[in-house]
C-alpha cells in the first residue's frame, strides 16, 4: 500500500490561501506597479517605434518602416564629434577618477587617523548631494579660470562625483587583502611599487574594473555637471540629446527620437555591463555603513 506525503499538499494550499487572501493593499500596490511598468513599456516603445516610422498620425503602427531617421540624426545633430567628445570624457574621467581614487582608497583601508570619518563623510559628499547643488558653484569656479566650456572643464566636473565612487568601491576590496602579503612582500626585499604592481595590484584588479564601469555609466549619464559646464564643441551625448529635444520644431521628431534611442541603447548596454561586476546592494549598505558612522 501506498502512502502520499500530505506535507506538500498542505504547504501547496497554504500558499494558494496566502495568495487569494492578500490584503486590499498588497493587490493595490502589485496593480500600481503593473501599471507603471505597463506606462514605462509604452513611452519606450512609443519612442522606438517613431523613430524607424515614416509617418504615424492617428493609427496604432506607422504607415512604414525605415531607418533613416538614424541616419539623418547622425548627420543633422553631428553625433560623430558627440560620440567622441563622449568618449574622450569618459575614458579620460574614469583613468583620473582611478588614479586619484585608488590610493585613497588604500589610505583609508590601511590607515587609521585623527578625521578619517570626515574624510569618509566628504567623500560621501557628493554622492547623496543633488549634483546641480554643487555644480553651480563649481561651474563658477570654471569660467573663473576658462576651463568652462572647454572639454578639460567638462572632464574636471564629472571627476568631483566619480573620484568617491572609486574611493567607496576599492576600500572594502582592499580591506579584504590580507595585509600580512605586502609585510611578506617588504620582507623579501619588495619595494612599493613592486608591492603595488605585482602583490596588491592584481588581487585589486576586479575592484578597479568595476568602479572603473560604474564611473563610465555615471559620467555618460551625467547631465547637470556637463550641462553647466559644456560649450558648444565639448558636450556629450546626453547633453546633445537635451539640446536636440528643443530642436524638433526644426528637425523632424522621429530624428530627435532616432537620437534618444541611441543614448537609451548605450546607457542599458553600459548599465548591464556595470551590473556584471558590481552588485548593487553592495554599495547602497556600503554608502548606509559609511553615512551613519
Known amino acids: 500500500m501506498t502512502t502520499v506525503d500530505a506535507a506538500p499538499l498542505e504547504s501547496a494550499g497554504r500558499r494558494r490561501r496566502l495568495v487569494l487572501t ?6 493595490l500596490t502589485y496593480g500600481a506597479m503593473a501599471a507603471f511598468l505597463i506606462f514605462l513599456a509604452g513611452v519606450v516603445l512609443t519612442v522606438v517605434v517613431d523613430s524607424v516610422g515614416t509617418r504615424w498620425f492617428g493609427t496604432w503602427l506607422p504607415s512604414g518602416f525605415t531607418l533613416r531617421w538614424y541616419s539623418e540624426a547622425w548627420d543633422s545633430f553631428n ?11 569618459a575614458i579620460a574621467v574614469v583613468a583620473v577618477s582611478l588614479l586619484l ?10 590607515r587609521d587617523f585623527p578625521g578619517k570619518r570626515l574624510i569618509m563623510l566628504l567623500f560621501l559628499l557628493p554622492i547623496v548631494v543633488p549634483p ?17 566650456g572647454t572639454l578639460i572643464g567638462v572632464i574636471v566636473a564629472n571627476v568631483v562625483p566619480s ?10 576590496f582592499i580591506e579584504q587583502v590580507d595585509p ?9 626585499g619588495a619595494g612599493t611599487t613592486a608591492v603595488f604592481t605585482r602583490v596588491l595590484g592584481p588581487l585589486v584588479v576586479p575592484g578597479m574594473l568595476a568602479a572603473g564601469i ?13 550641462f553647466l559646464t559644456a560649450g558648444p564643441t565639448s558636450q556629450t551625448l546626453v547633453v546633445a540629446l537635451y539640446y536636440s529635444v528643443f530642436s524638433a520644431g526644426i528637425s523632424p521628431q522621429q530624428s530627435v527620437d532616432a537620437m534618444a534611442v541611441i543614448y537609451t541603447g548605450s ?22 555603513e559609511e553615512s551613519g558612522r
Open 101 to 110: 581614487g585608488v590610493p585613497a582608497a588604500y589610505a583609508l583601508a590601511r
Open 79 to 89: 553625433l560623430s564629434q558627440v560620440m567622441e567628445v563622449t568618449g574622450e570624457v
Open 267 to 288: 546607457m542599458l548596454v553600459m548599465v548591464l555591463l556595470a551590473l556584471r561586476f558590481v552588485d548593487p546592494t553592495q554599495l547602497v549598505s556600503r554608502v548606509r
Open 22 to 27: 492578500a490584503s486590499p493593499a498588497a493587490w
Open 132 to 148: 546641480i547643488t554643487y555644480g553651480i558653484p563649481l561651474a563658477t569656479t570654471l569660467y573663473k579660470y576658462h576651463l568652462a
Open 214 to 226: 560604474l564611473v563610465l555609466v555615471r559620467t555618460v549619464g551625467m547631465f547637470e555637471l556637463t
Open 163 to 172: 573620484v568617491p565612487f572609486v574611493v567607496l568601491i576599492m576600500t572594502p
Open 180 to 188: 600580512r602579503l605586502e609585510a611578506a612582500a617588504r620582507m623579501c
